[in-house]
C-alpha cells in the first residue's frame, strides 16, 4: 500500500518560512519524480516544484529564487523549503509521486497540508 504523509503546514505571517516534509512508504521511492503541488480555494491544482531521481529541479516561475525542494533518499523523504512567504503562497499543499515502468504511469498524492500565510 502506498502512502505519501505530508506534515510541516500552518500559519506563518508574511516573509516567513515553513518546511514541508513529505515521508513516502509501499513505493521505490529513489527512482520516483517527487512533487510538490499546491491548490488554492476556486484555483486548479498547480505545480510548484519538482525533482527528479536524478536530482534535477524545476520550479514554478512565482516560487523560483524562495522555495528549495530536496530529497532525501534514504529516509524516503522528499522536502520543501518555503522562504519570503508571500499571502499568494495560502494553499493546500500536495507531495507526489510518479514514475513510467513497462508503459504504465503510476500517480501517488499525499492528503494535502495547508499552508497559511496571512499577518
Known amino acids: 500500500q502506498v502512502q505519501l504523509m505530508e506534515s510541516g503546514g500552518g500559519l506563518v505571517q508574511p516573509g516567513g518560512s515553513l518546511r514541508l516534509s513529505c515521508g513516502a512508504s509501499?513505493?521505490?521511492?529513489?527512482?520516483?519524480?517527487m512533487g510538490w503541488y499546491r491548490q488554492a480555494p476556486g484555483k486548479e491544482r498547480e505545480l510548484v516544484a519538482r525533482?527528479?531521481?536524478?536530482?534535477?529541479?524545476n520550479y514554478v516561475d512565482s516560487v523560483k529564487g524562495r522555495f528549495t525542494i530536496s530529497r532525501d533518499n534514504p529516509k524516503n523523504t522528499v522536502y520543501l523549503q518555503m522562504n519570503s512567504l508571500k499571502p499568494e503562497d495560502t494553499a493546500v499543499y500536495y507531495c507526489n509521486a510518479h514514475r513510467w515502468a513497462f508503459g504504465t504511469e503510476f500517480d501517488y498524492w499525499g492528503q494535502g497540508t495547508q499552508v497559511i500565510v496571512s499577518s
Open positions: 525533482i527528479t531521481s536524478s536530482g534535477y529541479t
Open positions: 509501499g513505493i521505490a521511492f529513489s527512482i520516483n519524480t
